[in-house]
């Protein structure tokens, strides 16, 4: 079983910046494909960004010029740049993780088996 911990959320003013990280338990994470959800209240969960082991990387249009996805395969370690943040962008945010092959794209919810607990981003305007 793998496990997924995220941290690095918090409450920000409009524009602002935070990084999220994500650790995962197996040093295996370095082949899986991973990436970034949030669900905001009310709403469903959505993708965010995705990463393949060999780093590509995609966004939704959304967060494409703002946020940054990257991976440090030596920690198992994911993160989430988030510049220019928006009241819009508030939401939990999770990190997800699969031994499979997603592709260079985002990819449904569905398709990560793997899952971290979230952390909470909060942007006031």
């Known amino acids: 079983q793998v496990q997924l911990v995220e941290s690095g959320g918090g409450s920000v003013q409009s524009g602002g910046s935070l990084k999220l990280s994500c650790a995962a338990s197996t040093y295996n994470a370095k082949h899986y494909s991973m990436a970034w959800f949030r669900q905001a209240p009310g709403k469903e969960r959505e993708g965010v960004a995705g990463?393949?082991?060999?780093?590509?990387?995609s966004y939704v249009d959304s967060v494409k010029g703002r946020f940054t996805i990257s991976r440090d395969n030596a920690k198992n370690t994911m993160y989430l740049q988030m510049n220019s943040l928006k009241p819009e962008d508030t939401a939990m945010y999770y990190c997800?993780?699969?031994?499979?092959?997603?592709?260079?794209?985002?990819?449904?919810?569905?398709?990560?088996?793997?899952w971290g607990q979230g952390t909470q981003v909060t942007v006031s305007s």
């Open positions: 990463i393949e082991s060999d780093g590509s990387a």
């Open positions: 997800a993780a699969d031994p499979r092959t997603v592709g260079r794209r985002v990819g449904h919810l569905n398709e990560y088996n793997y």
